[in-house]
């Protein structure tokens, strides 16, 4: 079945460590994808896209996302995490010949502490 | 640059009202629209999306409905709220297959 999945529901890291978030997806062919960020009440704002070329796409706010074809994978990273990250973050695919239909994994929740 | 509003940006209803939110888009022409909700901690649901005025696609069979009387105006209704339709909603545009969805601030829904 298609499927888009974040493995890891809740991650706490400490400010300045480095962090990365897992996006599995399982499709016939490589769709377009995405990471989205939520802050609590607000809506999702784009953090990064890959949509072909160079795996490694870099992003707002220091992220930066690699593509792995073999695994299907597109995992977001970040070197050293500010406390103003803490935040939910959300992977989503784009696969062809669906309409620009999106489909989310169920999200990240990250916390940062001192 | 694309705007979306998204209008009321809270709203407490009792069970059994009727329900009215408003996303409008500016910056754009044509753009393809989504009604999305986020209930408690959990993910996005796409619940309706449309490709054009009075085109609208369903993906969850339930009390809502959506319409699209304008280009850039997209509705999300109910006649009969549900205690299970309170929520976040959200309203985002696109452009088709490759164009990166955008969304709007989102409307809180508590149904009492």
């Known amino acids: 079945a298609q499927s888009v999945t974040q493995p890891d529901i809740h991650i706490t890291v400490s400010e300045g460590a480095s962090l990365e978030l897992r996006c599995n997806y399982s499709?016939?062919?490589?769709?377009?994808l995405f990471w989205y960020v939520q802050s609590p009440g607000q809506g999702l704002q784009l953090l990064l896209k890959?949509?072909?070329?160079?795996?490694l796409v870099q992003g707002i706010k220091g992220f930066e996302a690699e593509f792995k074809r073999s695994q299907s994978s597109f995992n977001l990273r970040k070197p050293s995490v500010h406390w103003s990250d803490a935040a939910e973050y959300f992977c989503?695919?784009?696969?062809?010949?669906?309409?620009?239909?999106?489909?989310f994994g169920t999200g990240t929740s990250l916390t940062v502490i001192p | 640059s694309q705007t979306i509003h998204q209008w009321p940006a809270t709203l407490v209803q009792p069970v059994g009202s009727p329900l009215s939110l408003e996303c409008t888009v500016e910056?754009?022409?044509?753009?393809?629209l989504y009604w999305y909700r986020q209930a408690a901690g959990r993910g996005l649901q796409l619940l309706f999306y449309?490709?054009?005025?009075?085109?609208i696609s369903s993906e969850v069979p339930q009390n809502l409905s959506a319409s699209r009387p304008q280009d850039r105006q997209f509705i999300l209704s109910s006649k009969k709220l549900l205690l299970s339709d309170s929520g976040f909603y959200l309203c985002?545009?696109?452009?088709?297959?490759?164009?990166?969805?955008?969304f709007g601030p989102g409307t809180r829904l508590l149904v009492l």
């Open positions: 499709y016939g062919a490589t769709p377009y």
């Open positions: 985002a545009l696109g452009g088709g297959w490759g164009k990166t969805q955008y």
């Open positions: 449309s490709v054009g005025i009075g085109q």
């Open positions: 910056g754009t022409s044509n753009p393809n």
């Open positions: 890959y949509f072909s070329g160079d795996t």
């Open positions: 989503a695919v784009d696969p062809p010949n669906t309409g620009n239909q999106f489909y």
